[in-house]
């Protein structure tokens, strides 16, 4: 149905309309209007599709063209600081995947390897185009930077400097991705790495570009580590670990960690401890993932480290991601046979939800450092 059907519809008497209008209201969001965030509806089921629905309704009717919007990342900032997802019913498929996490690990061994297929695996030629030349698909520290390459490189080296890496010193990277934390420590600071991920595509490309230097890069499981190191690092991989894991994955890494040695998380943070995890996100972007909260770090990690240094950087989270959209954009022409209009559409609407989240601070991101209590403390980079 083309965008013009829509106003030969009339909607007043539909109950779905009127219930949808006085929400978005709230948020300065108006049907069919003119702003950049307002909403356009070409098709008048999307109402009820999305009353009914919630979130995965509204995300798919958008993958289905039933509406458009110039700006998303405005309209998920609007909504998100209007709370209007909080408003939405929730349909009963959600009520029981949250039933579901509470009950089974849905981060199990066999069942993490999930994400790196259908998320990390979807094409090097995809995120080549997208990140940035170090292959960063985590927060970029804009504190000093103009471009994402700038802020990318930052933050490589904020993390480093955190670290205090220095020749000589044994580095773990715990969800590696494309290796470039990897290479950049092994070039800029003469470390031996060892990386592990769950995503074949990632390890290749992580192999090549690390060629040359003291770095191994594994396809392998982070449970299955079992060998000290000075240093450990984890970069936007928490958020697949899982509440029923975190327990484990904090004694993984005391188990890996030399007793005078660092650990640096760096995820990304809900704001309430919960694992109520978004249903579209699940379905169409990082399958079984969950955010964590400042309440799960703290309680599984009590039992092995010192917290010494919390840093938040979640605003600098929504620029990050519309310097990836704007490159998507800017690359599609160079991929569009491999992946169709519908996936643009979808990984459209993810990078823009998400900024909006980040910037209405509806998510943060954090970087932690831990130790098993440093001798003097730490004076931590920024």
Not at 212 to 219: A, F, N, P, Q, R
Not at 228 to 247: C, L, T, W
Not at 341 to 365: H, P, T, V, W
Request: hydrophobic share 40%.
């Amino acid at each position: 149905m083309s965008s013009s059907c829509i106003e030969e519809v009339s909607l007043e008497d539909n109950q779905w309309y009127r219930i949808v209008q006085e929400m978005l209201r709230k948020a300065d969001i108006e049907i069919n209007g003119s702003r950049p965030w307002d909403i356009r509806i070409s098709n008048p089921n999307f109402f009820k599709r999305v009353l009914q629905e919630g979130s995965l309704g509204l995300g798919e009717s958008y993958m289905d063209g039933w509406w458009q919007c110039d700006r998303l990342d405005i309209f998920f900032q609007r909504v998100l600081l209007a709370r209007l997802d909080q408003q939405l019913p929730h349909h009963f498929k959600d009520t029981l995947r949250v039933a579901a996490s509470r009950l089974i690990n849905l981060q199990s061994r066999k069942r993490a390897w999930i994400v790196g297929k259908e998320h990390y695996d979807l094409g090097n030629d995809l995120f080549s185009l997208m990140l940035d030349p170090y292959m960063q698909y985590s927060c970029g520290y804009w504190k000093d930077a103009d471009t994402l390459e700038q802020a990318q490189e930052a933050k490589l080296k904020m993390i480093c400097e955190k670290l205090e890496l220095a020749p000589g010193i044994s580095l773990l990277d715990i969800g590696c991705g494309w290796g470039g934390l990897a290479e950049y420590a092994a070039r800029h600071y003469g470390v031996s790495v060892f990386g592990v991920t769950i995503s074949a595509e990632q390890q290749k490309m992580a192999q090549q570009r690390c060629e040359g230097l003291d770095v191994t890069i594994l396809l392998q499981d982070y449970r299955d580590l079992n060998q000290q190191f000075d240093r450990i690092v984890s970069v936007g991989m928490f958020e697949h670990v899982g509440p029923k894991n975190y327990a484990t994955y904090f004694s993984v890494v005391d188990r890996n960690l030399k007793p005078d040695g660092i650990f640096l998380l760096h995820t990304i943070g809900a704001n309430k401890t919960d694992e109520n995890v978004d249903p579209w996100i699940n379905k169409y972007i990082f399958p079984n993932g969950c955010l964590p909260s400042v309440r799960h770090i703290a309680n599984a990690s009590e039992p092995h480290f010192v917290m010494e240094d919390w840093h938040n950087i979640g605003a600098d989270y929504d620029l990050t991601l519309m310097a990836w959209y704007h490159r998507f954009l800017a690359a599609w022409p160079q991929i569009a046979d491999n992946y169709g209009e519908r996936f643009k559409r979808m990984f459209s609407y993810y990078l823009n939800a998400c900024a909006g989240a980040f910037r209405a601070r509806d998510i943060q991101l954090w970087q932690v450092v831990f130790t098993h209590g440093a001798d003097g403390g730490l004076r931590v980079a920024r």
